[in-house]
């Protein structure tokens, strides 16, 4: 069978690649110390657990409307009012398939072929994916290591010089671990409004930030909320990533746009999973700040041990459960790639395929998030293996340096 241009323009996820060898190398018998995967390593709070049996035995397993139960849209508008300061209705929400389904949504209700979308850079390797599946054209904007990868809105503007259509925000950022300011959101929003840009704002990570940092939707800003589509879930926040549920909240036409396209593919998420996350959302943040406090301490550990590495340079991040680390000083070495035995042409892939292969330590590389000269650490493990990493990490960037000489 012949196989769609569409389909084979998908380039395969570089995350997902790295962890499905890890976890190749682990079932072999290998030792494999990973923190490539971006899911926290807490289990799912007993009670949603509870929810999510209770829903099973009391048969709450049949179809449902497409975007999702009524229960869990109500929680979420209660949600965002409460915690985001935004206003929307139940048929505003859409329940998705986790956050990715929903990112996946918006842009292919919003997306035309040709219709340019700015994606900053870093970027989760997802956003330019989509965008060119539906036949858009990604205009990548970088963000500065100088400024901790902040959004410049006059950077924004030039893009939108090339007529594009889409802005797709992240914050607390996957994999910079950056938390937008107010001041930068704000100058960011005026700009949509005078150009007419639409927004996907993927919030995932909100509740994930660290020294008095503060999560603001940039759809609570003036003319924003009618030009906005809000993306969260439970995955990140209440350590759910398995159970895949996401949600959208946007205009009502948009709103109803997605729902129909659900309806035709993927239909709704699990009924018993939309009860467990409902028992999350109307459970309170106790279980969410005693993770976070973890990922704090985490962080701390994790930052001082990799800055301790000759040759590293290492920012601390403002959210998220991500470091992420600039190796210039090896992967802008001559023909890095071949000398490390590599079939690729960055630096970066090169590196994490070594340091997979040789020294049993999976993480990320920075191609995969729009940006050479830097690798993506997850710090959602134990202190002990976060420590073995770092271990493992400097005695492979060792052994780079013995054969870059």
């Not at 005693?290 to 962080?299: G, H, S, T």
């Not at 070594?354 to 999976?362: D, S």
């Given at each position: 069978?012949?196989?769609?241009?569409?389909?084979?323009?998908?380039?395969?996820?570089?995350?997902?690649?790295?962890?499905?060898?890890?976890?190749?190398?682990?079932?072999?018998?290998?030792?494999?110390?990973?923190?490539?995967?971006?899911?926290?390593?807490?289990?799912?709070?007993?009670?949603?657990?509870?929810?999510?049996?209770?829903?099973i035995r009391a048969h709450k397993t049949r179809y449902v409307a497409p975007d999702g139960i009524l229960p869990l849209k109500k929680a979420i508008?209660?949600?965002?009012?409460?915690?985001?300061?935004?206003?929307?209705?139940?048929?505003?929400?859409?329940?998705?398939?986790?956050?990715?389904?929903?990112?996946?949504?918006?842009?292919?209700?919003?997306?035309?072929?040709?219709?340019?979308?700015?994606?900053?850079?870093?970027?989760?390797?997802?956003?330019?994916?989509?965008?060119?599946?539906?036949?858009?054209?990604?205009?990548?904007?970088?963000?500065?290591?100088?400024?901790?990868?902040?959004?410049?809105?006059?950077?924004?503007?030039?893009?939108?010089?090339?007529?594009?259509?889409?802005?797709?925000?992240?914050?607390?950022?996957?994999?910079?671990?950056?938390?937008?300011?107010?001041?930068?959101?704000?100058?960011?929003?005026?700009?949509?409004?005078?150009?007419?840009?639409?927004?996907?704002?993927?919030?995932?990570?909100?509740?994930?930030?660290?020294?008095?940092?503060?999560?603001?939707?940039?759809?609570?800003?003036?003319?924003?909320?009618?030009?906005?589509?809000?993306?969260?879930?439970?995955?990140?926040?209440?350590?759910?990533?398995?159970?895949?549920?996401?949600?959208?909240?946007?205009?009502?036409?948009?709103?109803?746009?997605?729902?129909?396209?659900?309806?035709?593919?993927?239909?709704?998420?699990?009924?018993?999973?939309?009860?467990?996350?409902?028992?999350?959302?109307?459970?309170?943040?106790?279980?969410?700040?005693?993770?976070?406090?973890?990922?704090?301490?985490?962080?701390?550990?994790?930052?001082?041990?990799?800055?301790?590495?000759?040759?590293?340079?290492?920012?601390?991040?403002?959210?998220?459960?991500?470091?992420?680390?600039?190796?210039?000083?090896?992967?802008?070495?001559?023909?890095?790639?071949?000398?490390?035995?590599?079939?690729?042409?960055?630096?970066?892939?090169?590196?994490?395929?070594?340091?997979?292969?040789?020294?049993?330590?999976?993480?990320?590389?920075?191609?995969?998030?729009?940006?050479?000269?830097?690798?993506?650490?997850?710090?959602?493990?134990?202190e002990e293996t976060l420590l073995e990493a770092a271990q493992r990490l400097r005695r492979g960037l060792a052994a780079v340096d013995g054969i870059l000489r």
């Amino acid at each position: 069978m012949k196989l769609s241009r569409r389909v084979q323009q998908i380039e395969p996820s570089l995350t997902v690649a790295i962890d499905t060898r890890a976890k190749a190398l682990k079932a072999e018998g290998a030792d494999i110390v990973s923190l490539g995967a971006g899911e926290p390593d807490f289990d799912t709070p007993g009670p949603i657990e509870d929810a999510a049996v209770e829903a099973i035995r009391a048969h709450k397993t049949r179809y449902v409307a497409p975007d999702g139960i009524l229960p869990l849209k109500k929680a979420i508008c209660a949600k965002l009012g409460r915690e985001n300061g935004l206003r929307y209705e139940p048929d505003q929400i859409v329940v998705t398939s986790g956050a990715k389904h929903a990112v996946n949504n918006a842009v292919a209700a919003l997306v035309d072929p040709g219709d340019r979308a700015i994606v900053l850079a870093p970027h989760w390797v997802t956003y330019p994916a989509l965008v060119k599946l539906y036949g858009g054209e990604p205009v990548v904007v970088r963000t500065s290591p100088g400024n901790g990868f902040h959004p410049v809105a006059a950077d924004i503007e030039r893009a939108c010089g090339e007529g594009a259509k889409l802005l797709v925000l992240n914050s607390p950022c996957n994999p910079s671990g950056a938390v937008y300011t107010r001041d930068e959101l704000r100058a960011v929003a005026e700009l949509c409004v005078r150009r007419d840009l639409a927004v996907i704002s993927d919030e995932i990570y909100e509740h994930l930030v660290y020294d008095g940092a503060e999560h603001v939707s940039i759809a609570s800003f003036p003319g924003m909320a009618e030009r906005t589509v809000v993306v969260n879930g439970v995955s990140k926040a209440y350590a759910m990533t398995g159970w895949r549920i996401g949600y959208t909240a946007s205009p009502r036409e948009l709103a109803r746009a997605m729902a129909r396209l659900q309806g035709q593919t993927t239909h709704h998420p699990a009924t018993p999973c939309q009860h467990a996350a409902l028992a999350a959302l109307e459970g309170g943040l106790e279980p969410v700040e005693r993770m976070r406090r973890a990922f704090e301490r985490r962080r701390g550990l994790f930052v001082s041990e990799l800055r301790a590495i000759p040759g590293l340079a290492v920012p601390e991040p403002e959210g998220a459960f991500y470091v992420f680390a600039d190796v210039s000083k090896w992967t802008s070495a001559p023909d890095l790639p071949r000398r490390l035995g590599s079939s690729s042409d960055s630096g970066s892939v090169a590196l994490c395929e070594w340091l997979l292969e040789h020294e049993r330590l999976a993480v990320v590389p920075g191609a995969a998030f729009g940006v050479e000269h830097r690798i993506r650490f997850s710090y959602a493990a134990s202190e002990e293996t976060l420590l073995e990493a770092a271990q493992r990490l400097r005695r492979g960037l060792a052994a780079v340096d013995g054969i870059l000489r």
